[in-house]
Every structure is written in structure tokens, then in C-alpha cells.
């Protein structure tokens, strides 16, 4: 990938600095409009949310096999890995100009088959976007015509900076072109009209390099931002699926939290989807007396992403026979791109062993993909037991069968957790239907279930 970034950057540097239509509306919409009325008549900010898979998704992604689906994960997951435990090795991309830096380049994490999709405004007049959600990244960004390099498929057509009357590309010299490399792990570039560039990879070697930009950010119901900062991409290759671009969540002054934080306060909350169902984004105000919480964790691994720490699973409301600091040996963190959960090495056998015992009278499968503990049947034929994930100060996911275990194919289903390497990571196949929020400025993370069927 260094070279693509090294071309990439050299066409951006030398490039000059100048730079209406809808995204067709989803059929199945009407599903979740009076969740999405309900919510709207609450202060916040209220978006849809869409399973990447979804048909009621605005952008669905492209059919995968399921072992291609779990590959992309574990790539996720190396990445993630790698970035918390600096253990990152990658090419070098010089600029390709004489006074350039080489340029390490950083993984985020891997985007595409895990992570869900909304809508978003930008520009005036306002035109609208299929974005990706991710709570690992913090910079947003957007493919941007003329795509000097490369733009991938995307629904609907391409932001056009020059039919934007609020558009403007930010300086080299401004604080936000500062702020670039705790955001995107890479330094940020300067062209030759002093346009700061940004370029932001990912753990399965996607990555968006262009310009840094502001212009007016439009969300749900009439909310506006005025000088949103974002990535104006020239060059957007790998697994995006068929959005326009991403935005950030993560605990970083350029993630679309932040910047939403002095308006509407320093939390949101989603509820995760199933492929046949339809759920939300919602940022700022949200029932507190709705969640069970535990506290945020800070770490010094990373101080953008989000931390918890797991305490307990029970299977059929016994424990498992760990000991706590099984549970506690290993940095935790809570996740929206991951699908599945991975846990400590110890508590992930434990649980492999007390689903086995509780569904002895199934035939056993062998191992599909990472997906180790595996069983002859459906998901809707198996007794699945209950499982419950318990994190400090008593907030607990009480899974139901679907949360649980996964179909792979039509005959064999598996359990939907695999051990961690060095870090244990929540993924959204045990989030599906749940409510959560992340309350930054309390920090601290909520729990509810029932939250979007």
C-alpha cells in the first residue's frame, strides 16, 4: 500500500487547490418511522442506522461469503491489535518532493463488513450521503470530485466541493491540520497551495487520502454544523462497500462527536440492527433512567477509543469457573465495526466448554473460520442457554439465542465469540438489538435492552 499512498500524495500535492443528486430513498423505511417520529420529538440529534447487510439499507453491502465476512473481521481485529499494543510494522511513504518526511503509515481499523451505514447533509445547497459509523475512527471523510486518483462505487454521485457555496479547504497553518495525526495516526502533508492533506489507513489496507476541509454538515431533523471539519478524499481504496465515505465517533477533536459535543453534549447512542430490522444513531440528550451503567475505563494503550471492563459471564445463570483476573488481565474494549466478540484466552475456553455441555445433544461441526465451537442444526433448532456478559457496577447484556450463536451456513451453527489475542474487543453481533450509549462527558457506558427489535 505505500506506493498507492506515495502516488496518491505525490498527484494531491501537485494538484491545484479549486475543486444534485439524492440517494434513492429505501423502500422499507416505513418499518422503523414511528421509532424514528419517537425519537425525533426528544432533544438530540436522531439519524437511522443500517446493518450492512440490510436490504433496507440505502447502500448494502455487496454479497459475501460468510468466511469472507469473518476474514475481514479478524483483519479488523490485527489492526485494532496492533495499533493498542504499538506493535505496527508497515511500509514507508515518502512525499516525493525533496523537504518531505517519510511517512510511517498507521492502521486504523479495517471498515466495510462490519460496520453500519446512515445518512448525512453536506454542502449548501445541503446534498445527501450514505456514510459509514464507526466508533474505532475519528476523522470523517468523503469521496470528492474531480477524484484526482480513485473513487470507488458509491450510491448516489460524489461530493462536489466547487457546487458548494460554505466549501473551503483547510490551511496548513490552522490548528485542525495539527490535529490530524492523533486522528488518523499518520502525519498530515501540505500541497503546494498549502492545502493541509490527510491520509487515513486501515487495518485491511483501505485507506482516503485528499484534502482537509469545512463546510456545512446537515443532520436529521433540521440540525445544522457550520464549519464541519472533514476529509475531502481524492484517493478511496478497499472495502467501503458502496458508501460515500465514513465518520468518526471516536474520542478525538476531530470525530464528528466532538465537534457536535458544544451543541448538543458529549454522548451518543445507538441501537445496533439485525439484517431484517432498521436502527438508530441518536447524539446528544437520552434517557438516563433507561440504562444500567459501568464505568468508562481510561487507558493509556489509546486514549481515543473506548474502554470497559468485563467481570463476569454466566451460561444459564451459573458463572464460569474463572478466576476475575481472567477477566481482567486483558484490555477491554467496546466496539460498533467488530462482529465478533472476542474474549480473554481463559474465558473464552471456559464459555467454549459450558455451551458445549449445555448442547450435548447436538451433533458437533468442525470449526468454521475463527469459529471454533460449532454444531450440526440452525440457530432456531438449538436450546441455546442464556448468556449474560456482566461489566463493573452491575450493567449486563443478558444475550438472547441470536446474540449468542451464529448460522454460517445451512446446516451448521457456531458460537459468536473467539479468543483475544492481546485485546478483548465487544463486538456488535452481541450489541444487536440492545441500546447503548457512550456518555463521554459522565464517562461511563449504558446498557438497555429492547432497543430496536
Not at 6 to 35: G, Y
Not at 53 to 65: E, M, Q
Not at 149 to 171: E, K, L, N, T, W
Not at 303 to 316: D, E, H, K, P, W
Amino acid at each position: 500500500m505505500g506506493w498507492l499512498l506515495s502516488l496518491s500524495f505525490f498527484l494531491i500535492l501537485t494538484a491545484a487547490s479549486s475543486l444534485e443528486e439524492d440517494v434513492p430513498h429505501s423502500s422499507c423505511s416505513s418499518k422503523f418511522m414511528d421509532e424514528l417520529h419517537r425519537l425525533n420529538d426528544s432533544s438530540g440529534l436522531h439519524l437511522t442506522l443500517h446493518h450492512p447487510r440490510s436490504r433496507c439499507s440505502p447502500a448494502p453491502f455487496p454479497n459475501l461469503t460468510f468466511s469472507t465476512i469473518l476474514s475481514h473481521d479478524e483483519a479488523r481485529v490485527r489492526s485494532l491489535t496492533a495499533r493498542l499494543t504499538k506493535t505496527v510494522s508497515l511500509p514507508v511513504a515518502p512525499l516525493l518532493r525533496p523537504a518531505a518526511v517519510s511517512i510511517p503509515l498507521s492502521p486504523g481499523a479495517s471498515t466495510g463488513v462490519g460496520n453500519y451505514v446512515t445518512q448525512i447533509g453536506l454542502g449548501t445547497p445541503a446534498k445527501s450521503y450514505v456514510m459509514v459509523v464507526d466508533t474505532g475512527s475519528s476523522l470523517s471523510w468523503l469521496q470528492c470530485s474531480p477524484c484526482r486518483i480513485y473513487c470507488h462505487d458509491q450510491v448516489g454521485s460524489v461530493f462536489d466541493p466547487a457546487a458548494s457555496a460554505s466549501y473551503r479547504p483547510v490551511s496548513c497553518s490552522e490548528s485542525e491540520c495539527d490535529s490530524l495525526e492523533s486522528a488518523t495516526l499518520n502525519p498530515s502533508a501540505c500541497s503546494l497551495d498549502d492545502v493541509c492533506i490527510y491520509q487515513a489507513s486501515y487495518g485491511d489496507r483501505s485507506f482516503s487520502v485528499g484534502y482537509l476541509s469545512k463546510d456545512v454538515l446537515s443532520l436529521g431533523s433540521g440540525q445544522r454544523l457550520a464549519g464541519f471539519v472533514y476529509g475531502c478524499g481524492q484517493d478511496n481504496e478497499g472495502l467501503f462497500g458502496r458508501s460515500a465515505g465514513l465518520i468518526g465517533l471516536a474520542r478525538n477533536r476531530l470525530s464528528l462527536l466532538s465537534q457536535l459535543a458544544p451543541s448538543l453534549g458529549y454522548s451518543f447512542s445507538y441501537c445496533l440492527s439485525t439484517a431484517a430490522s432498521t436502527g438508530y444513531l441518536s447524539i446528544g440528550s437520552y434517557n438516563a433512567r433507561q440504562f444500567s451503567y459501568t464505568p468508562m475505563q481510561s487507558s493509556s494503550l489509546d486514549n481515543s477509543l473506548y474502554f470497559v471492563r468485563l467481570t463476569s459471564i454466566t451460561v444459564g445463570g451459573r458463572g464460569l469457573p474463572v478466576s476475575s483476573s481472567a477477566y481482567t488481565g486483558t484490555p477491554t474494549i467496546i466496539d460498533s465495526g467488530t462482529v465478533i466478540t472476542r474474549l480473554p484466552s481463559n474465558v473464552y475456553a471456559a464459555l467454549s466448554s459450558a455451551i458445549a455441555a449445555a448442547l450435548k445433544e447436538y451433533p458437533r461441526q468442525p470449526a468454521y473460520s475463527i469459529l471454533d465451537t460449532c454444531f450440526r442444526g440452525s440457530l432456531s433448532r438449538l436450546a441455546v442457554p442464556t448468556v449474560e456478559m456482566v461489566f463493573q457496577g452491575g450493567a449486563t447484556l443478558r444475550l438472547a439465542p441470536r446474540n449468542v450463536m451464529i448460522d454460517v451456513d445451512g446446516s451448521t451453527t457456531c458460537l459468536a465469540f473467539a479468543p483475544a489475542r492481546r485485546v478483548a474487543i465487544i463486538g456488535n453481533k452481541q450489541q444487536e438489538t440492545f441500546s447503548v450509549v457512550y456518555d463521554v462527558g459522565r464517562s461511563r457506558i449504558g446498557f438497555a435492552a429492547g432497543g430496536c427489535g
